[in-house]
C-alpha cells in the first residue's frame, strides 16, 4: 500500500492543461482507490475515529460522498448559468445525521462515489478549453471559483481524506 499524507490545500493562481488533466485523473480514480484502502479494514477498525475528536473511517466516506455531489452539481450549475451563486452547506452537521454515521455501512457512499465519479468523470473530460473557466461563486468564501481550479480542489480533497484513512491505518497497524 502506497502510504499517502495528508497535506494542505495549495492554491495555484496559474492552472495548467496538465494540471486539470491530473486533477480529472485523480477524481476517476479516487472511488477505486478508496475502496482497495477499505476492502482492508473490518467493520470495527471502519468505526474507528481517524483522529480523537476527528470523523471515523465510515464519517469521512460519507463526507467525500456529499461533498463531491455538492461539487458535481456545483459544476453542472457553471456550465449552465452566468457564474451562479451556490448555496454552500455545514458538512460538519450534515456528518452528525443518520446516513452519514458509523451505522450507515460505508459501502452505500462508495457506491454512490462510483457512479457520481463516473458521471462526474465523463462531464469534465468533455469540457471545452473555455469551459474551464467557467465558474461559480461561494458566498462563505467570498469568490469565483472557476473549473479548472474546482477539478484541482476536489483532486486534492478525496486524496487528503484518503490520507486520513491511510494515517490511521499506519498508526494502528493495519494492513
Not at 47 to 55: C, S
Not at 154 to 172: D, F, P
Request: hydrophobic share 40%; charged share 25%.
Amino acid at each position: 500500500m502506497q502510504l499517502l499524507r495528508v497535506q494542505p490545500y495549495v492554491r495555484s493562481l496559474e492552472i495548467s492543461q496538465a494540471m486539470i488533466e491530473a486533477g480529472v485523473a485523480a477524481i476517476e480514480r479516487f472511488p477505486e482507490e478508496l475502496a482497495q484502502t477499505l476492502s482492508r479494514l473490518n467493520a470495527e477498525q471502519i468505526a474507528t475515529k481517524t483522529l480523537p475528536g476527528k470523523w471515523t473511517v465510515s464519517q469521512v466516506v460519507h463526507h467525500t460522498a456529499d461533498s463531491h455531489m455538492n461539487a458535481f452539481i456545483r459544476c453542472k450549475l457553471a456550465l449552465t448559468e452566468d457564474v451562479p451563486t451556490i448555496k454552500p452547506y455545514e458538512e460538519a452537521d450534515w456528518a452528525q445525521r443518520v446516513d452519514a454515521g458509523t451505522e450507515t455501512p460505508a459501502r452505500l457512499s462508495l457506491e454512490l462515489l462510483t457512479a457520481l465519479h463516473g458521471r462526474w468523470t465523463k462531464l469534465l473530460k468533455s469540457l471545452q478549453p473555455d469551459e474551464w473557466k467557467r465558474g461559480y461563486f461561494h458566498p462563505g468564501e467570498k469568490r469565483e471559483f472557476l473549473l479548472e481550479e474546482v477539478v484541482c480542489l476536489y483532486a486534492w480533497h478525496g486524496r487528503n481524506h484518503l490520507a486520513h484513512i491511510h494515517e490511521l491505518m499506519q498508526a494502528k497497524g493495519w494492513g
